[in-house]
């Protein structure tokens, strides 16, 4: 059985595997490491994932979703044609995409898989996240924190021994801070905090407010939000490399932004980094002198206004000596060849935390309109662990005791995730007029809640029942709806996904130009009629040379 484990990213998706003691990246069917989280629906009502999917981003925005990891456990839906899908089900068709790259490569099934979460996801994204591999016929072995994947890679790596790490990880849609140390070959991880709505999507949203104002106040053209957004994008890849960049809104009309500009742009963002990394510090009980090294994971991080904000906050350079974007799909498949005992990976030992607490409201004597929230266990301690608390009825009349189950840090229960309710009767009199409510994380993170009363009766809490989570039998219903849908053929996807970028650049090119990748265009799909494989790849090889080029600013 390989040892799978899969980075399932808001932006992007990836996919390795644990062999020959050692982590391997799976490429896709375009020979990529990274498959864009994106899908899209064709005219002919096919779906398409990954490559062909981003293609279209920009051209057929209302037929294509991207970045629905960030609303996993909601329940939004988009519309792809017929079928209205939810973020699980989108993820599950990015999951089956993976799945079958992987045993292509492999050459044999796979099904049992690590999936790394942002070590911020609460208990409701967690458990969405499972439906969506389920969805995908995997199996989760367990769930790892994105942080402590990456730092498993950076721990294993390092000749020296005993260190304390801070791991930054600054994805597309989520920040996550990890504190870990890492000792005889044991990786501890002492704190997590994090921010499940601040990541890159959030800069280029920035960027892109500047560029529509601009470009309204000073040329007064109005373009599309896609279109403005793609630009934005580019700016912000552009200003990881360059200190300036140009972007060209129309012939003779140009706008220039810089990494000082950008700064300023980001201010607001570049401040909310602050507070959970100061958290972290607090609740692992250390000062920043105290940390070995500061290891920066996730695409964004890339981004100079990040690290010099970092280098400021910490007074010294961060470490980034692996690639970003792979760490944390290596890290997954380190953990995973950890869970199903790899012999290289014998002596290592990983523990890891929950960054919320959890608890149940209590009467609150002062104001009984707002209960207090009573943590059965507290914020980043070392799991799975069990708990247990006592509660009693608040009046002698009382013959049932009402459990609310959060989620969160607040004083007020009005503040935190409600999880679910649980209702236990209670004898009308006597010793046994109380509730026992013992509380479990996993190793993936997951609550279980079983609560005893005085006299034997034990109820679970079912968390399938709280709003926005998949029952079973939406589950049933979902793994239903996917198989009637048709998917575009993997196969075909990389002929797929040209197509898509030639008309994206066809949309936004004019006169010769645009003639000219009309005649690419149709030229191509006459040939995809044909269905002969020889004469279309070696076409598609002409046909990616000349877009290449054309991107590039070489043609003509
Ligand atoms: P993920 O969700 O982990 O795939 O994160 C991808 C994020 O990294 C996206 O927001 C990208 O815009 C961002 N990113 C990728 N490459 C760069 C780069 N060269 N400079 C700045 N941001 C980047």
Redesign the pocket.
Do not use: V
């Given at each position: 059985m390989p040892a799978i484990g899969i980075d399932l990213?808001?932006?992007?998706s990836l996919i390795a595997v644990y062999r020959d003691n050692k982590a391997e990246l799976i490429p896709n069917v375009h020979g990529d490491y990274l498959t864009p989280s994106v899908v899209s629906v064709d005219k002919e009502g096919q779906l398409l994932t990954g490559r062909p999917a981003r293609e279209r981003l920009i051209s057929h925005p209302g037929e294509t979703a991207h970045a629905f990891k960030r609303l996993i456990g909601t329940n939004k839906t988009w519309k792809l044609g017929k079928p209205r899908l939810r973020s699980e089900e989108l993820s599950s068709l990015i999951l089956k995409s993976l799945k079958q790259d992987a045993e292509n490569f492999l050459g044999e099934t796979v099904t049992d898989v690590v999936i790394s979460v942002p070590a911020y996801f609460n208990d409701i994204q967690r458990r969405a996240t499972r439906s969506a591999a389920q969805l995908a016929g995997l199996n989760v072995i367990q769930l790892v924190n994105e942080p402590t994947a990456g730092a498993m890679v950076y721990g294993l790596n390092d000749t020296e021994d005993d260190k304390k790490y801070m791991i930054l990880d600054l994805?597309?849609?989520t920040f996550d801070i990890t504190l870990l140390e890492y000792f005889n070959e044991i990786f501890e991880v002492h704190a997590s905090a994090g921010d499940n709505f601040l990541?890159?999507?959030d800069f280029?949203h920035l960027i892109a407010e500047w560029i529509n104002n601009e470009t309204k106040t000073r040329f007064n053209i109005k373009l599309t939000a896609e279109y403005i957004y793609q630009l934005a994008?580019q700016a912000?890849?552009s200003l990881?490399d360059n200190n300036s960049h140009s972007i060209e809104i129309e012939k003779d009309k140009s706008l220039t932004i810089t990494n000082e500009l950008m700064d300023e742009i980001c201010q607001p963002l570049l401040e909310k980094l602050r507070f959970p990394i100061t958290t972290t510090l607090q609740d692992a009980d250390l000062i920043p002198d105290d940390l070995d090294d500061i290891v920066l994971i996730?695409?964004?991080t890339?981004?100079p206004v990040f690290r010099e904000f970092i280098t400021r906050m910490f007074k010294r350079f961060p470490r980034q000596s692996e690639n970003p974007?792979h760490v944390v799909a290596k890290g997954a498949a380190i953990i995973a060849g950890l869970l199903t005992q790899n012999e290289s990976l014998r002596e290592v030992v990983m523990t890891d935390v929950m960054p919320y607490s959890m608890g149940v409201g209590v009467y609150n004597e002062s104001n009984s309109e707002r209960d207090i929230f009573d943590p059965i266990i507290e914020r980043n301690q070392t799991i799975p662990i069990s708990r247990e608390n006592r509660y009693y009825p608040i009046s002698d009349k009382q013959s049932a005791i009402n459990l609310n189950i959060y989620q969160g840090e607040s004083r007020y229960v009005e503040n935190n995730l409600k999880l679910g309710t649980l209702r236990l009767n209670i004898p009308k009199k006597g010793d046994d007029r109380f509730v026992d409510v013992r509380f479990t994380y996993d190793a993936s993170g997951i609550l279980e809640v079983i609560a005893i009363t005085g006299t034997g009766t034990e109820k679970r809490l079912v968390i399938e029942q709280t709003p926005g989570e998949m029952s079973k039998e939406e589950i049933e219903a979902a793994l239903e709806k996917l198989n009637n849908i048709k998917i575009h053929p993997r196969n075909m996807d990389k002929y797929r996904a040209i197509s898509s970028r030639a008309e994206r650049l066809y949309e936004q090119s004019t006169g010769e130009n645009r003639q000219a990748l009309a005649n690419f265009i149709q030229e191509f799909e006459i040939l995809l009629q044909t269905q002969d494989i020889k004469k279309i790849e070696k076409h598609f090889e002409d046909f990616k040379q000349a877009l290449d080029d054309y991107e590039h600013q070489e043609w003509f």
């Open positions: 990213g808001t932006t992007n994805g597309g849609g990541g890159g999507e280029t994008e912000k890849k990881s996730g695409g964004s890339r981004m974007d």
